[in-house]
């Protein structure tokens, strides 16, 4: 099956800092790719869905200023969460869809994100 | 808007037979997944439905009821490797394609 891949696993930063999370599909391209946070014993959240070549669609709720999403190309799509909080801590997953309709997301492996 | 239920926690015996149910509300259904996610993991695909009935594969098993908006998975033989959280997740054609994720099921496979 297709492969994502996503790093950082896991990163610790101070309070006011930003971390940049990678995504990116290994051996197809993905036009469009999602982004969810996870908090301790709750399920996944969709953040946004990132689109080639086009800004990213938030969900409500979710800070657009806070959390940037650039997908640059058909492989590759950053998070970035600038002026990290404590209360952004919380384990964020990309996933990616091959085509559009297409049953199967493909996770990337998750970044821990702890903010001190 | 969309509502998935599920059951919080449930416990089986090691060898034996767990239904893991899913209920849920939806317009535009287009579809109902299975994933099954390890503590500090990313989820994995375990299933797919989209036409009423059963789908199996191998110990796995997943049914579908679209007028009921029902959903079971049925783990067979269980190992104490399937202790893992299992997410019932709907995509909708009325949130373009995107899959709504259940509070998930964490099974605790004893000895």
């Known amino acids: 099956g297709a492969v994502v891949s996503q790093h950082p696993s896991w990163v610790i930063c101070k309070s006011g800092t930003s971390v940049k999370i990678e995504c990116r599909s290994l051996?197809?391209?993905?036009?469009?790719m999602f982004w969810y946070r996870q908090f301790p014993k709750q399920s996944l959240m969709l953040m946004a869905t990132?689109?080639?070549?086009?800004?990213?669609?938030?969900e409500q709720g979710v800070e657009k200023d806070k959390f940037l999403i650039n997908h640059a190309s058909l492989t590759l799509s950053t998070l970035t969460v600038t002026s990290a909080h404590p209360e952004d801590s919380s384990f964020y997953i990309c996933?990616?869809?091959?085509?559009?309709?297409?049953?199967?997301?493909?996770f990337g492996s998750g970044t821990q994100l702890s903010v001190l | 808007g969309q509502n998935i239920d599920q059951p919080t926690e449930m416990t089986a015996t090691e060898g034996a037979i767990v239904q893991i149910n899913c209920t849920y509300q939806?317009?535009?259904?287009?579809?109902l997944f299975w994933y099954q996610q390890h503590a500090g993991e990313a989820p994995t695909f375990l299933s797919y439905?989209?036409?009423?009935g059963l789908e199996e594969k191998g110990r796995f098993s997943s049914f579908l009821s679209r007028s009921k908006g029902y959903s079971y998975l049925l783990l067979k033989e269980l190992q104490m490797k399937d202790s893992a959280s299992y997410l019932c997740?709907?995509?909708?054609?009325?949130?373009?394609?995107?899959?709504?994720f259940g509070k998930g099921t964490k099974l605790s496979v004893i000895p």
């Open positions: 996933s990616a869809r091959v085509t559009e309709g297409n049953e199967k997301l493909f």
């Open positions: 051996d197809f391209q993905a036009t469009t």
């Open positions: 439905n989209v036409l009423d």
């Open positions: 990132s689109n080639e070549g086009s800004k990213a669609t938030y």
């Open positions: 939806t317009s535009g259904f287009n579809g």
């Open positions: 997740a709907v995509r909708s054609t009325s949130r373009s394609y995107q899959l709504t």
